[in-house]
T-cell receptor, first 114, second 112 residues
Framework: DQQVKQNSPSLSVQEGRISILNCDYT??????FLWYKKYPAEGPTFLIS?????DKNEDGRFTVFLNKSAKHLSLHIVPSQPGDSAVYFC?????????????FGKGTKLTVNP | DAGITQSPRHKVTETGTPVTLRCHQT?????MYWYRQDPGHGLRLIHY???????DKGEVSDGYSVSRSKTEDFLLTLESATSSQTSVYFC???????????FGPGTRLTVT
């Protein structure tokens, strides 16, 4: 049962345009969401997060939007740069029985073309 | 960069042999995690630790065991490696369970 879904395995955009990466979740108990970026042969790095009490969080060129009623979040990158080319993982977490549960999506490979 | 190292970085081993991967941190973070990354599956949690000698299972824990005798070290052991355990293994740390995690560089394990 895949609780966090990234339905697009890949996305290609032109430099300077907007990149929109999407993520859907099924478990209504998730209350904290994160995006990670991963380059080949490196570990993932944290990018941005959002709590369920918010619907938007912005950090420079990166903005995450959360639509709780639709159980959907998205990551916007504006403007996209070639260095943004990487695999992006969506992750969602909640607390159960005193322990934290964090679930990752399968990732979306973003390619930004010069 | 968070101080996380993994050793070895690459390993090739034969089916049935025991393998231990080491994660070492210099950040004094309470939480440590082991993930595996496979094509088509993303990152899947194997085991995690919320303190010295305190560990719990993740979603793909079968065939793996862990130990944490010191804050800075988290060991992942494959008691008898199988080909299905060929993967890239990532260690991660976080200060609190809800915080963002910092990942190590990964260990590529091949079981022949």
């Amino acid at each position: 049962d895949q609780q966090v879904k990234q339905n697009s395995p890949s996305l290609s955009v032109q430099e300077g345009r907007i990149s929109i990466l999407n993520c859907d979740y099924t478990n209504s108990m998730f209350d904290y969401f994160l995006w990670y970026k991963k380059y080949p042969a490196e570990g993932p790095t944290f990018l941005i997060s959002i709590s369920s009490i918010k619907d938007k969080n912005e950090d420079g060129r990166f903005t995450v939007f959360l639509n709780k009623s639709a159980k959907h979040l998205s990551l916007h990158i504006v403007p996209s740069q070639p260095g943004d080319s990487a695999v992006y993982f969506c992750a969602a977490s909640f607390t159960q029985g005193g322990s934290e549960k964090l679930v990752f999506g399968k990732g979306t490979k973003l390619t930004v073309n010069p | 960069d968070a101080g996380i190292t993994q050793s070895p970085r690459h390993k090739v081993t034969e089916t049935g042999t025991p393998v231990t991967l080491r994660c070492h941190q210099t950040e004094n973070h309470r939480y440590m995690y082991w993930y595996r990354q496979d094509p088509g599956h993303g990152l899947r949690l194997i085991h995690y630790s919320y303190g010295v000698k305190d560990t719990d299972k993740g979603e793909v824990s079968d065939g793996y065991s862990v130990s944490r005798s010191k804050t800075e070290d988290f060991l992942l052991t494959l008691e008898s490696a199988t080909s299905s355990q060929t993967s890239v293994y990532f260690c991660a740390i976080s200060e609190r369970g809800r915080d963002e995690q910092y990942f190590g560089p990964g260990t590529r394990l091949t079981v022949t």
